[in-house]
């Protein structure tokens, strides 16, 4: 029992995700006005922007946990918007978390094995997830508790968990924030894998301007909710008002 | 890679509690004292109302409605059997659908709540229900409830006897433990992780309010069996067997026993069924010995007393493995060896 029929996007290529005119409103404040982008399958768009601007609840708006005060997100010609967060999940837009986030009293296996089994994807398919969790160090943890993991082991396991589910757009909310100069390369290296093995579009909001510059050939500023800014990163990261938004005036802190 | 959940270990561990059912088939054989029959009677309908808890502890969900649960169980197989049925499988079935149904709308609107506020209305629910008996004579025989109520029958066979009451309640006993066991088993994942994470679960695509439902609905069929067991033991049903205080013995049982397993309740139910037969004979002094007795294991055992006993063997097991491991890994500082096999 309980398989129930998932909501299915039809399986065309070209699907993309796109958000139109969305807004989120808590009470009087307004998080985020008339906000419009759009992902293609293997693409990658990096969403930047000062603390409070609004990127992580935009995360929580897409993908169903906060519904949006306005504005429409759809999966190619389906309306996802206002949908409950598994829904939208089955429907293959799955997030990751800022913190660390696993079921902690299960092993490492355990975690990936209730991502498969929680999601709709196809059971036999082969993700590849072998070789990441050697290269990420997870491989000799899969017996673990994933709760007495180092934290950056942590952080990646819940990106594994998301790809486990066989997503086509991934929403990765800060995935290098907490981990070591030396374990962001991973991050580059799940990125890559979900596209060349999945053909994932992948949004991803950061705060480290090298992860930024080399993963995302385009980019978003947003700023007090609003979208200051869009284009090639090299370009918008050049732009006077994107410089003091961002960096803040103070001298010391531009890096 | 193919990946499945794995729950063998604690499977074992739920084995056992069906295996330390088995024995008690033994108790009407070897005596004919009634004392005897009376304690495997309540032990027995305690342990069934206790995991029906136990299914909802899964979820991490506290429930006080049991007696209410059990209520409708008992009532519809005592009103069924009064009407003429009285075949033991057609109570047991009907006994476990009718809270069942129940629960179903119930659950729509209680399992939004979350924590303390879904505490409070199952307890509200257990007091609508005591109400409802009192106010619906012609249906429930109001606050004199249904007395003389037949014995069951199996296959002509007349189950009135003292042994045909306690056999009766062990296969309810079994019936309800393999309903849990099967339950518990085949949604583990899911339970565990609604109990643990429940964003991270939906974010990953797990509708949980289905499983949460679900698991509602057939806690409340197995404490309905409860209630059958018990209307069968005493021959009437009265609301003053479904009491909310009734209730709160159940969850103890489960949480001193020990929530993680199914063993849990059967140790926590034995231990204390026995001791407040025990602390009976002190008369007055019987209620706060078996509050003692809770607080005690409470503090000392917080994860129940399987549970303390499974994480000391396995703080045991650990220090022995790494002492083992200590004379072959001491070039390999860098190296950690794959591990495999038990825990």
Not at chain 1, 24 to 30: E, I, N, S, Y
Not at chain 1, 207 to 228: K, S, T
Not at chain 2, 123 to 147: D, M, R
Request: charged share 15%.
């Amino acid at each position: 029992m309980m398989r129930w029929p998932k909501e299915q996007v039809p399986s065309d290529a070209a699907v993309t995700l796109r958000v139109e005119g969305l807004s989120k409103r808590f009470g009087g404040l307004q998080v985020f006005d008339d906000i419009a982008l759009e992902l293609e399958p293997g693409g990658i768009l990096g969403v930047i922007g000062p603390n409070g601007a609004g990127k992580t609840t935009l995360i929580n708006v897409i993908c169903g946990m906060l519904s949006p005060s306005a504005g429409r997100i759809l999966v190619g010609s389906q309306e996802i918007t206002g949908k409950p967060l598994h829904v939208v999940s089955g429907m293959g837009v799955v997030r990751s978390f800022q913190q660390t986030n696993t079921f902690r009293s299960a092993c490492v296996g355990e975690n990936l094995a209730r991502a498969a089994r929680f999601s709709v994807g196809d059971a036999e398919a082969d993700l590849g997830l072998d070789t990441l969790l050697e290269e990420f160090g997870l491989r000799q943890h899969l017996e673990d508790p994933s709760g007495d993991l180092p934290y950056g082991l942590q952080k990646m396991l819940g990106l594994l968990m998301a790809l486990a589910t066989q997503p086509r757009f991934l929403l990765l909310d800060e995935p290098a924030a907490g981990l070591e100069v030396r374990e962001r390369v991973h991050i580059d290296r799940f990125v890559q894998h979900a596209r060349s093995v999945l053909g994932c579009g992948v949004l991803i909001v950061e705060h480290d301007m090298e992860l930024i510059r080399r993963l995302c050939p385009r980019i978003l500023v947003l700023e007090a909710g609003r979208v200051l800014a869009s284009g090639a990163p090299a370009e918008v990261l050049a732009r006077r008002e994107v410089i003091d938004a961002y960096m803040g005036e103070s001298e010391e802190e531009k890096c | 890679m193919k990946m499945q959940p794995r729950s063998r270990n604690v499977f074992f561990t739920d084995m056992w509690a069906l295996a330390l059912l088995a024995p008690m088939i033994l108790v009407p054989i070897l005596t004919t004292n009634q004392y005897y029959y009376s304690l495997a009677n309540q032990a027995l309908i305690g342990l069934v109302a206790a995991l029906s808890v136990y299914i909802m502890l899964r979820m991490d969900l506290l429930s006080f409605a049991v007696p209410a649960f059990m209520a409708i169980g008992g009532y519809a197989a005592a009103i069924a059997a009064k009407g003429g049925n009285t075949n033991l499988l057609l109570l047991m079935a009907l006994s476990f659908a009718a809270p069942a149904l129940v629960a179903l709308p119930l659950g729509a609107l209680v399992l939004r709540l979350k924590g303390v506020y879904f505490v409070l209305v199952t307890f509200v629910f257990n007091e609508i229900l005591q109400l409802a008996l009192f106010e619906t004579p012609k249906l429930s025989g109001g606050s004199n409830g249904i007395s003389g109520v037949p014995s069951v029958t199996l296959l002509g066979m007349d189950l009135g006897t003292n042994q045909g009451v306690v056999y009766v309640t062990l296969l309810v006993a079994f019936v309800a433990t393999l309903i849990t066991l099967a339950v518990t088993h085949r949604y583990r994942p899911e339970f565990a992780s609604i109990e643990e994470n429940e964003t991270l679960a939906e974010s990953l695509g797990l509708a949980t309010w289905r499983y949460r439902t679900f698991g509602f609905v057939v806690a409340a069929g197995v404490a309905g069996l409860a209630g059958f067991a018990l209307v069968n033991m005493l021959m009437t049903a009265h609301p003053s067997s479904f009491s909310s205080f009734s209730g709160i013995n159940y969850i103890a049982y489960a949480i001193v026993g020990g929530r993680g397993t199914m063993l849990g309740p059967v140790v926590g139910t034995g231990l204390l069924v026995w001791s407040s037969n025990l602390f009976s004979s002190k008369g007055e002094y019987s209620a706060g010995l078996f509050g003692l007795l809770i607080i005690v294991v409470v503090t000392a055992a917080p994860s129940g007393l399987v549970g303390t006993i499974h994480q000391f063997f396995k703080a045991i097991r650990r220090r022995l493995s790494v002492s083992a491991d200590l004379p072959t890994n001491s070039d390999a500082a860098t190296s950690q060896p794959i591990k495999g096999g038990g825990p």
